[in-house]
């Protein structure tokens, strides 16, 4: 396919028909707010502010009178709070944890119409948790997900790729042709990053060759597989536009290494399943933007204090997109810094120094073939009799499960699943896979105090 009909078909997915499915066919407000945001990132920091404080109140105002569980809070901690002091009334509620979301999950949300949907985190390295989002919230995470994709230089119906987990594929289910036709009208081609073996990551190396994106956008581990593959086989790789990667911190040495391999500059995506796209660093590289349209982000220190630009603390998310299921001061369960700087690009968004965060854990096989913890914990957490659960692997053909049940009455229903668990963990780890499960009262956390889900004690 030549330039021109690339160029083209480009055109006229971005310009053309995306905006005609999303106003005509969807009836969405998607475009509108990836207008909103177009336009707000040249506001001030100021007038950000502003809009975020309108914002933040509406959602506690609705909460407030219509979600029983903040019903009940403001009642016990009466709280009283208005719009012109809402970044200081905030602070009286108290902070949402998993366990929080677990125990009162019941009262935490009510439908306001049939646009629902029920999500969870992947719950690799940290506590999973479930949660309702609605169409309001989705269609601003799309937004998001297109504007910060133009920081990095791709617009709209250009050809990208993303190097994501795709349980499905690994279990050989057919993806079917929504899917086919999702990937073609997004000009979007996902291969799966939960199993990086030998054979597919050359697959990789020559569609990205081929395919030619403007744009990756990746897991951090995996395009750091991926880069490693490259150098150690000494393969010619296109370079796209741009890299952006999430789920995972992007250490110096990992940026520096991918950047080399493909020849490209790196953007820091940050951003979770329950809140969508957080923040995310511009061409200027000087921190990563968050989003007041989005999310109002606290950083505290072990006292649930507001901790000083430039010092560490616990990330806490208020979504302010999801009237479902309002988060509010919702515990991510990462560490960052605030930066007191203003970035030079101009944009009137706040800036996070960066974030210390989670890591993904992966698995290797015999082969050196590696597969993301997020697989296993997919075959088991979602149970309904799993409380809590640790996998750890011991050597590349041995790996112990421990788990926490809800009810000791349901040690019967679990033993009947572990053959089939043990069967879809075979297919990825080798049929010769030794599995051992314990059903245990007590999970460990590390000696950083987290609960890490998958741990492979394999060396690299």
């Not at 997919?378 to 421990?402: A, E, G, M, P, W």
């Not at 780890?429 to 499960?437: C, L, N, P, S, V």
């Not at 950083?448 to 741990?455: Q, R, V």
Request: with cysteine; proline share 3%.
């Amino acid at each position: 396919m030549s330039y021109i009909d690339h160029t083209i078909g480009a055109y006229l997915r971005g310009s053309v028909f995306f905006p005609f499915y999303w106003k005509y066919i969807k009836h969405s407000n998607l475009l509108n707010y990836y207008q909103e945001l177009k336009i707000h990132q040249w506001n001030t920091i100021e007038e950000n502010k502003k809009i975020q404080q309108k914002k933040l109140y509406k959602l506690i105002d609705y909460a407030s009178q219509n979600i029983p569980y903040y019903k009940r809070v403001i009642q016990e901690y009466n709280i009283q709070f208005s719009e012109d002091n809402i970044f200081d009334d905030i602070k009286k509620f108290p902070l949402l944890t998993k366990d929080v979301i677990r125990e009162h999950f019941d009262e935490l949300y009510k439908f306001r119409d049939s646009t629902y949907f029920r999500n969870h985190t992947s719950g690799s390295t940290g506590e999973p948790a479930i949660f309702y989002q609605d169409k309001h919230f989705r269609e601003w995470r799309t937004a998001t997900k297109i504007f910060v994709n133009e920081w990095a230089g791709r617009k709209n119906g250009q050809p990208m790729i993303e190097l994501l987990g795709a349980v499905q594929d690994i279990l050989k289910e057919s993806q079917g042709m929504k899917t086919y036709l999702s990937q073609q009208f997004y000009a979007v081609t996902t291969l799966n990053s939960y199993m990086m073996t030998e054979k597919n990551m050359y697959d990789y190396v020559r569609k990205i060759n081929n395919i030619k994106p403007c744009l990756i956008y990746t897991y951090t581990n995996s395009i750091d597989e991926l880069a490693r593959f490259i150098q150690n086989h000494h393969l010619a790789i296109y370079s796209p536009g741009a890299i952006m990667t999430t789920a995972g911190v992007l250490f110096p040495e990992i940026r520096k290494r991918v950047g080399e391999v493909f020849g490209v500059p790196l953007f820091d995506n940050y951003g979770s399943r329950e809140t969508g796209g957080i923040a995310c660093n511009c061409e200027k590289n000087e921190g990563l933007h968050l989003m007041p349209d989005l999310h109002y982000v606290e950083i505290l220190d072990d006292n649930s204090r507001e901790v000083n630009p430039g010092e560490s603390g616990e990330i806490v998310v208020t979504l302010l997109s999801n009237y479902t299921m309002p988060l509010i001061r919702y515990i991510i369960e990462d560490r960052g810094i605030l930066s007191g700087k203003v970035c030079s690009c101009g944009r009137g968004f706040p800036l996070l120094e960066k974030v210390e965060g989670r890591i993904r854990n992966m698995f290797k096989n015999k082969q050196g073939d590696l597969i993301d913890g997020a697989y296993f914990i997919s075959l088991i957490y979602y149970r309904n009799y799993v409380k809590q659960l640790q996998i750890i692997q011991k050597t590349v053909d041995y790996i112990i499960i421990n788990l926490i049940l809800k009810d000791s009455n349901k040690i019967q229903e679990a033993r009947k699943d572990f053959k089939e668990i043990s069967k879809k963990i075979r297919l990825v780890m080798g049929h010769e896979t030794k599995i051992k499960y314990n059903i245990v009262d007590k999970i460990e956390p590390t000696k950083a105090g987290k609960h890490m889900y998958t741990f492979s004690q394999v060396k690299d």
